[in-house]
């Protein structure tokens, strides 16, 4: 099992670019989740899922935008950088219920 | 809402000496507690629940619903303790994180 796999690692964008941020799992999961990690700010709730078809916004949703058309990915877009949204983002997922959490290794995203 | 304390950004101990990593939570319903570890250049992993009430690396946390307080507790700390802590809350569809404590322990 590969478990929660990130892509990419590392990603520089200019302001006003977009990109999508992969997020796939192959757990079975039905519960996914991304945050995003600032010092100081520990890990915010930017989006979730609890199932394919149904998202819903977490603490910080503003930019970001998900979808979640099958069980296994759950991509995040930014729609428009901006150096504000330069973080690193992990990407986490979980049998419905209260489980543990699994993690992606993180994408560590710069907005210049 | 639900809300995650953790008031230290950073705890620096001696090697041997004890260890406790404050958390304090605000929920209305029946939480659910845990505390997550990130070593150095790894990503984050679950330590302990407070469901299963067990010990991991010689870490214990117990919940305290007077207090509304998931303190993780290690009475001699180890070298390789040094990582940042993270405590956690499952309510209602959401994992809320506190801002987390760098643990550091040294030699």
């Known amino acids: 099992n590969a478990g929660v796999t990130q892509t990419p690692k590392f990603q520089v964008l200019k302001t006003g670019q977009s990109m999508t941020l992969q997020c796939a799992q192959d757990m079975n999961h039905e519960y996914m989740s991304w945050y995003r990690q600032d010092p100081g700010m520990g890990l915010r709730l930017i989006h979730y899922s609890v199932g394919a078809g149904i998202t819903d916004q977490g603490e910080v949703p503003n930019g970001y935008n998900v979808s979640r058309s099958t069980t296994e990915d759950f991509p995040l877009r930014l729609l428009s950088a901006a150096p504000s949204q330069t973080s690193v983002y992990f990407c986490?997922?979980?049998?419905?219920?209260?489980?543990?959490?699994?993690f992606g290794q993180g994408t560590r995203l710069t907005v210049v | 809402a639900q809300r995650v304390t953790q008031p230290e950004k950073l705890l620096s101990v001696f090697k041997g000496a004890p260890v406790e990593l404050k958390c304090n939570y605000s929920?209305?319903?029946?939480?659910?507690l845990f505390w997550y570890v990130q070593y150095s250049r790894q990503r984050l992993q679950l330590l302990l629940r407070h469901i299963s009430r067990e010990s991991i690396k010689g870490f214990t946390a117990d919940l305290n619903k007077g207090e509304t307080s998931f303190h993780l507790k290690k009475p001699f700390a180890q070298e390789e303790d040094s990582a940042m802590y993270y405590c956690a809350l499952r309510g209602y569809q959401k994992v809320t994180f506190g801002t987390g404590t760098k643990l550091q322990v040294i030699p």
């Open positions: 929920y209305s319903g029946s939480p659910e």
């Open positions: 986490a997922s979980s049998l419905e219920g209260a489980t543990e959490a699994f």
